[in-house]
Structures are given as structure tokens and as C-alpha cells.
């Protein structure tokens, strides 16, 4: 399976630019580009379906992950078990490029968004 650039639409959600490669595919994960533009942050959520794959491509992310908090940069990655609870957040003044593999595959009404 081929999946080309040109053939994603991007999706924006809470500030966040989102590239779903693999929506309404039948597989076994899932795979997203993410921009995270100055001053934006994911939710504070959990899932209770997936493991999360977070790689950096580029910039400098701040992560959450069950109250704890990490600095990552380019080619850190961060994983976030089933169950764990995580938000992540741009300080800087720079995009910051993410991808994240969801295994299983992404599913909104299996996470919980707790704030």
C-alpha cells in the first residue's frame, strides 16, 4: 500500500495540524504527521484502546506523561501505554513536527479527554 501526501487532508484539532495517512483503512495501527504550532498542546487524555508512538522530526516538545514532564527534541520519541494519562504542549516559537503510530489503530471514542 501506497500512500502519497498529496492524498491527505489535513485536519485541524484544538490548533493542532493533523495528517491522518491511515483513516478509514483496515489495519492493524494507525499513522499520523502532526505540526504543533507555537503555543498550542494536545489535551490532557488517556486512551483505552491504544499504545502511542511518539516520534519528534523536529523542534522542542514538552510532554506530560502521568504528571511527570519531559523535554524532547528531534529524534526523541516517546511512548504512552494503554491506560496512561499524557498531554504534551509547544513553548517555543517554532512548528514542532510529530509522527504517532497508534497500536491499534486510532479510535476517538476510545479516548478519554480529561480536562
Not at 485541524?12 to 503555543?39: C, F, H, M, Q, R
Not at 519531559?70 to 491506560?83: H, N, T, V
Request: proline content about 3%.
Amino acid at each position: 500500500m501506497i500512500i502519497k501526501n498529496s492524498e491527505i487532508k489535513q485536519i485541524n484539532w484544538n490548533g493542532l495540524k493533523i495528517y491522518d495517512y491511515t483513516s478509514e483503512k483496515n489495519l492493524s495501527s494507525s499513522l499520523a504527521y502532526i505540526i504543533v504550532p507555537p503555543g498550542k498542546s494536545h489535551r490532557k487524555t488517556l486512551s483505552n484502546r491504544s499504545d502511542k508512538f511518539y516520534f519528534i522530526i523536529s523542534g522542542k516538545i514538552h510532554f506530560i506523561v502521568n504528571e511527570k514532564e519531559f523535554i524532547l527534541s528531534e529524534r526523541d520519541c516517546c511512548i504512552i501505554q494503554k491506560g496512561e494519562t499524557f498531554f504534551y504542549r509547544n513553548k517555543t516559537n517554532k512548528n514542532v513536527k510529530l509522527l504517532l503510530i497508534h497500536t491499534p489503530c486510532f479510535k476517538l471514542d476510545s479516548e478519554v479527554f480529561l480536562d
